[in-house]
């Protein structure tokens, strides 16, 4: 059998389990578990967005918010995006997370705007974003902290 044949049969074999693990009927958190190549270019994707530079209060812990954006209107406090399931980001779906990256949408309906720029985040890619999303919930300590609310003037408020 030649170099070529047998480098297809691999392809081949490669693309069928692939496959299978996709039909496995694992959730998809679940499968994210185990991609640690997925999570590296998650990794990769926060260090391109920066997202540390927004959600680590200096000296802080990373990704736990509490990051003022000082605007005309007042300050706005950077979320905690670490996977603890009550003050950060650990209860949200990958369709919840897509959400706040799209369309600036919190988990329980609340928009982010004005300070969460998710119009520089819409043409991330589906990868790209699942990637992100395995990181932030694998890789990232989760840290049970509250950053300080924010407190725009009425009707500033109203998001």
């Not at 392809?11 to 299978?20: E, H, K, R, Y």
């Not at 954006?69 to 990958?94: E, H, R």
Request: glycine share 10%; hydrophobic share 40%.
């Amino acid at each position: 059998m030649s170099a070529a044949m047998r480098r297809l049969g691999w392809m081949l074999a490669a693309i069928s389990l692939w496959g299978a693990g996709m039909a496995s009927g694992a959730p998809l958190d679940a499968r994210l578990d185990d991609d640690v190549t997925l999570r590296e270019r998650g990794a990769y994707v926060a260090r391109l967005g920066d997202c540390a530079g927004c959600h680590t209060v200096k000296g802080g812990k990373p990704f736990a918010g509490g990051k003022a954006v000082n605007s005309p209107l007042g300050k706005i406090y950077a979320t905690n995006i670490t996977p603890d399931p009550q003050k950060g980001i650990g209860a949200y779906t990958l369709s919840d997370f897509e959400r706040v990256m799209r369309e600036g949408i919190r988990r329980d309906g609340a928009h982010l705007y004005p300070a969460m720029p998710y119009a520089s985040f819409t043409s991330m890619t589906d990868v790209d974003v699942r990637a992100l999303y395995a990181y932030l919930m694998h890789d990232v300590a989760p840290v049970a902290e509250s950053p300080p609310q924010t407190a725009l003037p009425f009707p500033f408020d109203q998001r």
